[in-house]
């Protein structure tokens, strides 16, 4: 599967943003997802995962309550509703599918990502 995400962009503080991520190649209806991103000089960190038809979802503690993330398996797309940006929300983001049913916030359990989208909130 191949994963293409979108939706990046400058924002100012406090602002929304929503970002998608399109896969191919088969259909991910099956697969947990996730959303990860990376700051300037940071490790890689968990940002918010997805089950597979929809019915859980978990959040790092640093985005809940701001974050949501959705999905459209009709439509092989994921989604993370972002609001209320803050500075330090600034990074790559990165979608990946999960190799289990509902996902974990380990990246190794991750076997296919999109090639990241930047956001970037200004204060």
């Known amino acids: 599967v191949q994963l293409q995400a979108s939706g990046g962009g400058l924002v100012q503080g406090g602002g929304s943003l929503r970002l998608s991520c399109a896969a191919s190649?088969?259909?991910?209806?099956?697969?947990?997802m996730g959303w990860f991103r990376q700051a300037p000089g940071k490790e890689r960190e968990f940002v918010a995962g997805?089950?597979?038809?929809?019915?859980?979802?978990f959040y790092s503690d640093s985005v809940k309550g701001r974050f949501t993330i959705s999905r459209d398996n009709a439509k092989n797309t994921v989604y993370l509703q972002m609001n209320s940006l803050k500075p330090e929300d600034t990074a790559v983001y990165y979608c990946?599918?999960?190799?289990?049913?509902?996902?974990?916030?380990?990246?190794?359990?991750?076997?296919?990502w999109g090639q990241g989208t930047l956001v970037t909130v200004s204060s």
């Open positions: 990946a599918k999960s190799l289990l049913f509902t996902p974990e916030s380990k990246s190794g359990t991750y076997d296919a």
């Open positions: 997805i089950s597979w038809n929809g019915d859980r979802t």
């Open positions: 190649g088969r259909t991910f209806s099956r697969d947990g």
